[in-house]
């Protein structure tokens, strides 16, 4: 498998090296907004609501942000 220049996981030798992440698990209440600060950019993410077991957030980047769906 070669890797791609996106992939946060680069294999060499069968050796996985990962970069480190920043991560942030919370409860969210409608409405309620964070902001995301990496490297100087900013990326605001907002709970818009729920419908069933399924949850609504917006995400606001900056222009030329690419959004891709991981899985």
Do not use: L, N
Not at 7 to 18: C, G, H, K, L, N
Not at 41 to 55: D, H, W
Not at 59 to 64: C, D, L, N, S, V
């Amino acid at each position: 498998m070669k890797p791609q220049q996106s992939d946060p996981i680069a294999v060499t030798d069968r050796t996985a090296v990962v970069a480190p992440a920043c991560q942030s698990i919370d409860w969210y209440s409608e409405g309620e907004e964070r902001i995301v600060d990496a490297g100087g950019i900013q990326i605001a993410v907002r709970f818009v609501g729920r419908k069933g077991r399924r949850g609504r957030i917006a995400i606001t980047a900056p222009p030329g942000a690419v959004f891709r769906a991981r899985g």
